[in-house]
């Protein structure tokens, strides 16, 4: 979960994804495991495994990814 950063029924305003531009902080959705477009926000990058560590922002735990399984960076969120 995003929450509080964004809630259900909020409206994501996103780019495609330059992976030599991600820092940590972002939030990007990626496509996970089962091929559902996630949004959680990056921890850290490990460009030498091509892995990011991601978390939701009302979760505890993390997930490690594949960089090429981002797809695009949140550049705003519409409050509704």
């Known amino acids: 979960s995003m929450q509080p950063t964004i809630f259900s029924g909020n409206k994501v305003i996103t780019k495609i994804a330059n992976r030599g531009e991600l820092k940590e902080g972002m939030i990007v ?10 949004f959680h926000r990056i921890r850290a990058i490990y460009p ?16 490690e990814i594949k ?14």
């Open 29 to 38: 959705g990626y496509l996970d495991d089962d091929n559902n477009l996630t």
């Open 48 to 63: 030498m495994y091509d892995m990011v560590l991601v978390q939701g922002d009302n979760l505890e735990t993390f997930e």
């Open 67 to 80: 960089t090429d399984q981002i797809k695009y960076t949140v550049i705003g969120v519409l409050y509704t």
